[in-house]
């Protein structure tokens, strides 16, 4: 009589063992899925920013090459161009970020680094552990009493 509830147990005790690592791997999953998500969001919104930013920056470096072209034309003086140049770079980059593929190289050399460079990304002393953080919060606590 006792083998029979004893295998019932067994039996019911793997059943919910089962029930919770699905439940927990579920759990991951959507986690990881709203990770991205979020991820995906930012990197969008980064990029909408980038673009509406480029609009702006266009306008005021398109005036700014005009006027400093009509400057350099009417002082006879090729000096007053100068500022184009920083400003183009500006351009530039600001371009290749909203509509180039700034983003697919800097993807692409992140992914290098953590292939090839990985020691670059590790944490000075380790990564942070519960003793590190019970001590940090021992220091900084007024109202832990020690026992």
């Known amino acids: 009589m006792g083998f029979i509830f004893s295998k019932s147990m067994n039996d019911s005790l793997k059943a919910q ?3 919770m690592l699905m439940n927990s791997r579920l759990q991951l999953e959507r986690q990881l899925l709203m990770q ?3 991820r995906e969001r930012q990197t969008a919104m980064q990029i909408a920013w980038t673009r509406e930013f480029l609009k702006y920056f266009g306008t005021f470096f398109g005036l700014a ?3 400093l072209t009509a400057g350099a034309i009417k002082k006879k003086n090729p000096g ?4 184009i140049v920083p400003l183009s770079f500006i351009f530039a980059y600001q371009y290749d970020m909203g509509y180039g593929t700034l983003l697919q190289r800097i993807k692409g050399e992140a992914e290098n680094i953590l292939d090839t460079q990985s020691t670059l990304l590790e944490l000075p002393k380790g990564p942070l552990t519960y003793e590190d953080l019970e ?3 021992r220091s900084q ?3 832990f009493i020690e026992k």
Do not use: Y
């Open 17 to 19: 063992q089962e029930f």
């Open 36 to 38: 991205n998500q979020m």
């Open 65 to 67: 090459a005009v006027g």
């Open 80 to 83: 007053v161009l100068v500022p």
């Open 135 to 137: 001590k940090i919060r």
């Open 141 to 143: 606590s007024k109202f």
